[in-house]
């Protein structure tokens, strides 16, 4: 037991919270620090006059740990998102301390989104969280307090050097083309122009924010998208803002072809990712040539490491 609660202390709670039960830890207000490795560093173990966990007591300790967040978030009850979270916690003990970090607020989604839906936009969330934290450089905050009314999903830091943001969506299949009402005759000819996701991407404009780098990562249920396609699909988006297009603009509460470009040199990248994350096709990425803030070669590298295909 006095080997749990070391472990438990040291990866999954807040600073100044120590020796806290699990059912009394409180939600944080910051982002969380990267999980110590296999031993623990001297000043910990000299500290506390400890010896370093051995990696088979850290397995067990991420296995109790696992089920009692498995139990906090699902109350034992099937659901939808319990297989690929108890496969997820057991793979990853950097995931296992974002969880117990936020288990509060995960809990909370879970019980508000009760449709399919809504749920397997949840799904992408965490596993984003999943896929980022295989790269440790990478650190998240989930849901970060902002000065604007709507805020990315992610604050992403580049070990301490680079922050920049991410938000998560989904386009589902049976999703409305909105974007094609308001200028139904306005994709050039011989090419291919997704407008339902470009209907998506401007949805995402306003949670941009400035200072940083941000991408948006769109999640599709079924992947065609050629890099052609993608390239087609923001030209296009372009266009519309240069020809200050009214109904286009009103569309997205932009007062003027300026705001709308203020908004678009926000967005460094568009990444566009199939279901199956496992297929080495998987991802579709656009580079904004325009973004007033790009991420830097080294961030990028690790941001396409964490969604590359395994096969």
Sequence with gaps: ????????????????????SFARLGEPTVSIQRPVAASYPPSYTHSHNWQPATTR?????TTMLAEELLTYLFDGQPHLLAPPMAAWLASSRRFTTFVTTYRSKIRKKLRTRPDPASLL????????????????????????????????????????????MLEVTRLQ?????????????????????DLRLADTI????????????????????????????????????????????????????????????????RLSEVLVRGPDIE??????????????????????????RSHAGKT
């Design 121 to 164: 936009d949840l799904q992408l969330e965490l596993e984003t969280a999943y896929l980022l934290l295989g790269q440790r450089p990478l650190n998240l905050a989930y849901e970060p307090q902002c000065e604007q009314p709507r805020c990315p999903d992610f604050a992403v830091t580049f070990t301490t050097s680079l922050t920049f």
């Design 57 to 61: 007591g850290i397995r067990q300790h």
């Design 202 to 265: 401007c949805s995402k404009l306003g949670q941009l924010r400035p200072h940083y780098s941000n991408v948006l990562l769109i999640g599709l249920e079924t992947f065609g998208l050629t890099h052609d396609d993608l390239r087609a699909t923001m030209l296009h988006l372009q266009q519309r803002g240069e020809q200050s297009d009214e109904a286009f603009l009103r569309r997205y509460q932009l007062r003027s072809r300026a705001e709308f470009f203020r908004a678009y040199r």
């Design 279 to 304: 297929t080495a096709e998987s991802l579709t990425v656009w580079v904004n040539p325009q973004a007033k803030h790009a991420l830097t070669s080294k961030v990028r590298t690790a941001l396409y």
């Design 1 to 20: 037991m006095a080997v749990f609660f070391a472990c438990f202390n040291t990866i999954g709670e807040p600073t100044g919270r120590k020796h806290a």
């Design 173 to 193: 299949a049976e999703q409305k083309n909105t974007l094609a009402a308001s200028a139904p005759n306005t994709v050039p000819e011989g090419q291919f122009v």
